[in-house]
Each structure stands twice: as structure tokens, then as C-alpha cells.
């Protein structure tokens, strides 16, 4: 089970951190990805990190704007979104790709398992 949190409305240029709690599984042998889906759009991939950190993968959108990082031990996900654009505002889900390998094995969104996802709304 995952399960996102931390969305919310922020304005124009300032920053929401998004977290993603898991249960059930061994979370380190999951490849995590953020994905999002604005109104009226496709899913679209955001970010992804491999089982150990080693690589993450981004897509050029938020490249320089958003982090993804891991906590193993506590099996959490996050999502630091730094600079936020209006055209960042979509739902935001979490998921996991049973993998060992580098993070970019998530960007075309064949995950095993995806959360329930959470609003960020970015306002001018």
C-alpha cells in the first residue's frame, strides 16, 4: 500500500515537499517513481529513484526544481518541489516498480503498485 501526502495549494515560485509511505513488500527492492496527472491530461512521469539511491531520473519539466529521495529504513518516499510553476498543479501519485534496477526503468509507467495520490495546486 502507498500513500501520499503533503499536497496543498502554494503559490507561484515557492515549494511543497510530497511524501509517500509504504507498507507490505520490501520497500527496498522497489524502484519509486512520482508521477502526475493534470485535469484533462495524460499521466505524466515526474520522477523515479532505483532501490538504493544510486541514480534518479527526471523528466526535463522539473529537472533543477524537484528531488526525489528515499528513506529505506522508514519505507518513505519524497518529493521536494522547489520553484513550482502553475503548470505543475495535477494530482500527484506515488508508485513502485518491483526492480533492482536504475531509476529510468520507471519512466514509461509500468508500475506494480500506485497510491491514491494528492492535489498540488499552484496558484498565481
Known amino acids: 500500500q502507498l500513500v501520499e501526502s503533503g499536497g496543498g495549494l502554494v503559490q507561484a515560485g515557492g515549494s511543497l515537499r510530497l511524501s509517500c509511505a509504504a507498507s507490505?513488500?520490501?520497500?527496498?527492492?522497489?524502484?519509486m517513481g512520482w508521477f502526475r496527472q493534470a485535469p484533462g491530461k495524460e499521466r505524466e512521469f515526474v520522477a523515479s529513484?532505483?532501490?538504493?539511491?544510486?541514480?534518479?531520473y527526471y523528466a526535463d519539466s522539473v529537472k533543477g526544481r524537484f528531488t526525489i529521495s528515499r528513506d529505506n529504513a522508514k519505507a518513505t518516499v519524497s518529493l521536494q518541489m522547489n520553484n513550482l510553476k502553475i503548470e505543475d498543479t495535477a494530482h500527484y501519485y506515488c508508485?513502485?516498480?518491483?526492480?533492482?534496477?536504475?531509476?529510468?526503468?520507471?519512466?514509461?509507467?509500468?508500475?506494480?503498485?500506485w497510491g491514491k495520490g494528492t492535489l498540488v495546486t499552484v496558484s498565481s
Open positions: 508508485a513502485s516498480l518491483h526492480s533492482t534496477g536504475p531509476a529510468e526503468v520507471a519512466r514509461k509507467g509500468f508500475m506494480d503498485y
Open positions: 507490505g513488500g520490501t520497500f527496498s527492492n522497489y524502484v
Open positions: 529513484i532505483s532501490w538504493n539511491s544510486r541514480s534518479t
